[in-house]
């Protein structure tokens, strides 16, 4: 069965500061990975997804994640936070033949301070 | 236009009534999911549908029953509502249901409160 644990169920940076939010998880096969924003009383969003090839994947608002199979992670950065990025982050999972099902982390709340 | 749309964006009933959610989604896509996230923010999958066929019952109470009139719906029914199905319930949908890398579109959520 897979699972996902995100380190840090709330995170806070400082404006123009890195942000690193942490996704490990684990699978009897590859997995697809995902990440997923939700602002307040909002549904969730993609920012980036991992299928295969680059391991190295850029999504919007300028994020990235970097899949490192030898570590089961998949953490979310972006160099410099800007306010707006404050929100609830979901990193998930999906497993071949296992009918699109997304399993998600308990999620990481991004502050950003000014 | 709205991708994936929900209503009511809030519910608020009594404990032991019966309610509806619905969900429509105007992107052509084949597969629509039920999602519900407690009050701790962790999201879980309750049922999946591919073109009006049930794929995905993640150990659902049977209080609960999807139903797909055509594959740009899916509502769902609860029944004898209890305090624990506060939560909010969020509908997605995805082109196609045997891809597993595809990309889920939620909609923006059913606030329910059981009282």
């Known amino acids: 069965a897979q699972s996902v644990t995100q380190l840090g169920s709330h995170v806070s940076v400082s404006e123009g500061a890195l942000v690193l939010l942490r996704c490990n998880y684990s699978?009897?096969?590859?997995?697809?990975l995902f990440w997923y924003v939700q602002y307040p009383n909002q549904g969730l969003q993609l920012l980036l997804k991992y299928t295969t090839g680059a391991t190295l994947v850029k999504g919007i608002n300028g994020f990235e994640a970097e899949f490192k199979k030898s570590e089961t992670s998949f953490h979310l950065t972006k160099p410099s936070a800007h306010m707006s990025d404050a929100a609830e982050y979901f990193c998930a999972v999906s497993e071949t033949g296992g009918g699109n099902k997304l399993t998600f982390g308990t999620g990481t709340q991004l502050k950003v301070e000014l | 236009d709205t991708a994936v749309s929900q209503t009511p964006k809030y519910l608020v009933t009594q404990m032991g009534n019966d309610k509806s959610i619905k969900c429509e989604q105007n992107?052509?896509?084949?597969?629509m999911y039920w999602y519900k996230q407690d009050s701790k923010k962790f999201l879980k999958i309750m049922f999946s549908y591919n073109n009006k066929e049930l794929i995905i019952n993640e150990t659902v109470p049977n209080r609960f029953s999807p139903k797909s009139p055509d594959k740009a719906h899916l509502n769902l029914h609860i029944n004898s509502l209890e305090l624990g199905d506060s939560a909010v319930y969020f509908c997605?949908?995805?082109?196609?249901?045997?891809?597993?890398?595809?990309?889920?579109?939620f909609g923006p959520g059913t606030r329910l409160l059981v009282l």
């Open positions: 699978s009897s096969v590859p997995p697809y």
């Open positions: 997605a949908s995805s082109q196609d249901i045997l891809a597993d890398q595809e990309t889920q579109y």
């Open positions: 992107l052509g896509h084949d597969t």
